[in-house]
């Protein structure tokens, strides 16, 4: 307080009167605000992280300050469940792990056992694995797209997407007998056929899910706020996204070329004629264009494969392998036998281990398998392709605004299945 | 399959590799001693251009007829150049479960040596971060071990009690 007895001094003239000066200098004009670190947890329930992942995001204003991810909400003990039923029996887990493309999870874990056993599944049964995967592979792609589109805005495309989603699992509902966990394939082949009349439909609803995509394409790839969005936000460069372990459409948005399917081609994938597309930035506009361009080649390849398919048998004939057909079950002793050892043993994988990988939807899907030569693996491992690249995410969204997390959160496409296992 | 990798590692660092044999698919194994993990993992993605790092994962030997030392940590690479991985493996005892960590080489390794911790207990010194990824901090032991039981359940929430239903693999009641 100050002295009332003390005389006043008179303002120096150099000094500002406040009252009546423009003393001001232009930097104090703006308010200072005191700036809080705000915390705010994303998920686990959060419409724009599709499964549950929980993101405990530090903001100062709208920027992230710090971020980390804690998976985990849907682990449901896949290897372990594994190491505790027969080969066959671990194929309906393994839908579980990518269940937005369950067929192609289905048949990198046969192709992976295969290799141990070191069988040379029939011709049939290769195309079929084909066809079967790049449907997913649009499945997959179609969803990835659609939310991006919805997350950011635009709900038309979303519908479009998912009706063109609908009618792929229409057909994969009509070749493995159900919509989503498909559970297709078996150790030496299929399980079954194609339907009859269905390479037809497939064709027909094919040229319906294109036209439905040019449609999505048309909507969003040249939208101002979709652009604007998408583009220069999650950036990686190529030597993070390859020191993270990134691979499939994400990766080659950086402008890596590597596809699975090219390098180590598998099955027949070395007659078809297609292209794999790369982009330049990896940002995330480059990361939707990249699965709208593979959806183009999916559907070039399942046109290519529909016209190849040669007749022939669809499983090998070793009834240690695979079950020998019903009327030698029901007719002959050596059947019934075959049929109970590999129900109730389960095939005998012998004893070793291998790494195998194929491309699945968001990149390279690996198994690492160990049998000790029983009817049950010792281990399994699998190498899920969202799995590093959700461990990159931090380090792309760090110093960025908290609306890019969301399309960074979009493209890079995580499932919660695979990730957590 | 190729041994071109694991050929140059052993003519650089012939003390590092313990033992060399491929598998019967073919591929090509290197055993490395862990305390020359880093210096491997450095010269694979230096100077053999192995920069993709695809994962780790470790295997418990329990059940096995080879089991000591007891857990193997495995390693693939993959160059994009070469167009092949290269594998490669830690064994690491049960007493002493602790191996180097190589995420200082390969930031893609942050997450699966957290897996592996999380996992199977194996711990990795110099990791900036070794936490659960998976399960919760709260998690009693690591369920991917042989000796961990199928059906030890430790919900963080009470379940409701369900006596009929059956739940999980395995055979009856008793894992």
Sequence with gaps: ?421 | MSTFALDRVTAQFPEAVAERYLDRTGGAWAVIHAEHLPKVAAFLKNELDFKLFTSIDAVDRLHLAENDPRFEVVYFVYSLSRHEHVRFKVRVSEARPELPSIVSVFRGADWWERFVWDFYGIRFSGHPDLRRVLLYEEFQGHPLRKDYALRDRQPLIPERPIKDIFRGPGTSGVS
């Design chain 1, 1 to 421: 307080m100050a002295d009332p007895h003390k005389p006043v001094s008179p303002p120096s003239p150099e000094a500002p009167n406040p009252d009546t000066d423009a003393y001001a200098h232009e930097a104090e004009l703006e308010a200072h605000l005191q700036t809080k670190r705000m915390y705010v947890n994303m998920g686990p329930s959060h419409p724009a992280t599709h499964g549950t992942v929980r993101l405990k995001v530090e903001l100062e204003g709208e920027n992230i300050a710090e971020i980390d991810c804690e998976i985990g909400f849907l682990h449901r003990g896949f290897q372990k469940s594994c190491e505790n039923v027969t080969w066959t029996q671990c194929l309906p887990y393994t839908d579980r792990l990518n269940y937005v493309s369950a067929m192609m999870n289905n048949f990198g874990f046969l192709n992976a056992v295969e290799k141990l056993i070191g069988l040379e599944i029939p011709e049939r049964a290769q195309y079929i694995r084909v066809i079967g995967s790049e449907l997913h592979r649009i499945h997959d792609h179609l969803t990835c797209v659609a939310a991006t589109g919805m997350e950011l805005g635009g709900f038309a495309p979303f519908l479009f997407g998912v009706e063109a989603r609908e009618l792929i699992m229409d057909r994969v509902a009509e070749l493995t007998g159900a919509r989503l966990t498909t559970n297709f394939g078996r150790i030496g082949g299929m399980n079954r056929d194609l339907p009859e009349g269905w390479s037809e439909k497939v064709i027909k609803s094919l040229d319906k899910v294109m036209s439905l995509v040019d449609e999505m394409d048309g909507l969003l790839t040249r939208n101002r706020i979709f652009v604007d969005r998408t583009k220069d936000t999650g950036i990686i460069s190529a030597e993070d996204a390859i020191d993270y372990g990134w691979t499939g459409p994400c990766l080659r948005a950086c402008g890596i070329d590597y596809d699975v399917r090219k390098a180590k081609p598998y099955w027949v994938y070395d007659r078809m004629d297609f292209d794999v597309p790369i982009g330049e930035k990896g940002d995330n506009y480059d990361r939707y264009l990249m699965r709208i361009e593979e959806m183009k080649q999916s559907d070039r390849i399942i046109r290519q494969a529909l016209k190849q398919i040669p007749a022939g048998p669809i499983i090998l004939d070793d009834w240690r392998i695979a079950l020998p057909p019903k009327p030698e079950v029901y007719g002959t002793i050596e059947g019934v036998i075959s049929h109970f050892k590999l129900v109730m043993e389960g095939v005998q994988v012998p004893a070793g281990e291998v790494y195998d990988a194929t491309e699945a939807a968001n990149g390279e899907l690996g198994w690492y398998m160990v049998s000790d030569g029983s009817g049950r693996p010792y281990k399994v491992h699998v190498r899920a392709p969202g799995y590093p690249i959700l461990s990159a995410v931090p380090h792309i969204i760090k110093g960025k605004l908290l609306a890019d997390l969301i399309p960074t959160f979009d493209t890079i496409n995580m499932i919660g299945g695979e990730v957590e296992q």
